[in-house]
């Protein structure tokens, strides 16, 4: 089993639209949790960081369930430029070493 | 520096000879990690530092890949004999003590001919 696992995609969205996946994680000693971008042929960029409680910036918001060892991305009021593949980051418990999923694209078509 | 920086950004080479490929992180950054990633896939850990010390190395694909790392700060991959399936953008990312603002630089792309 991997240890970071995304739904590969595309999700494929109506502008406007809302639309959400999930990450799952293998070790239940992580500590940090994140969301990244990737625009095609460009460097990952840091979207947002999840934290325990939940959080949201605009129309992203990002879950956390610790239980079920998963984190989520929901993307509201979908925008063309929305368009990429978003990458879940996880950070180990000792704080080392990041390890990335295969990441999810999503297309948003208008 | 504002952010990570990658050089060269594009890199042409004849298999069987050898590439470096430098990075300089955020200053203050004590971590910094190289991946790679090959066209349509995923992030491939190869290397993780701490300062100047390699906590993990598990990556590396295989002996002829080596890295270094000196001050803390710049990071050289080093890569012998290149192999066309060597192939690939290599990203470095740094981050701070703390662990959060990892930032990447937009990489080295590495063609092996």
């Known amino acids: 089993r991997k240890e970071v696992e995304q739904d590969p995609g595309p999700f494929n969205v109506p502008e406007g639209a809302t639309v959400a996946f999930n990450c799952t994680y293998s070790?239940?000693?992580?500590?940090?949790f994140f969301w990244y971008r990737q625009d095609c042929r460009k460097e990952p960029k840091l979207l947002m960081s999840?934290?325990?409680s939940g959080n949201e910036d605009g129309r992203f918001t990002a879950q956390l369930n610790r239980a079920s060892q998963y984190i989520s991305l929901l993307i509201r009021d979908s925008k063309l430029s929305d368009s990429a593949t978003y990458l879940c980051?996880?950070?180990?418990?000792?704080?080392?070493?990041?390890?990335f999923g295969g990441g999810t694209r999503v297309l948003v078509k208008p | 520096g504002a952010g990570v920086s990658q050089s060269p950004s594009n890199k042409v080479t004849e298999k069987g000879k050898d590439v470096e490929l430098r990075c300089d992180p955020i200053s203050g950054h004590t971590a910094l990690y190289w991946y790679r990633q090959s066209l349509g896939q995923g992030l491939e850990f190869l290397i993780y530092f701490q300062g100047n010390s390699a906590p993990d190395k598990s990556g590396l694909p295989s002996d002829r890949f080596s890295a270094e790392r000196t001050g803390g700060s710049v990071s050289t991959l080093t890569i012998q004999r290149t192999q066309q399936e060597d192939s690939a953008v290599y990203l470095c990312a740094s981050s701070d003590p703390q662990g959060y603002g990892y930032t990447f630089g937009s990489g080295t792309r590495l063609t092996v001919v």
């Open positions: 980051v996880v950070n180990s418990a000792a704080g080392n070493k990041l390890t």
């Open positions: 999840v934290y325990s």
């Open positions: 070790n239940s000693a992580s500590q940090s």
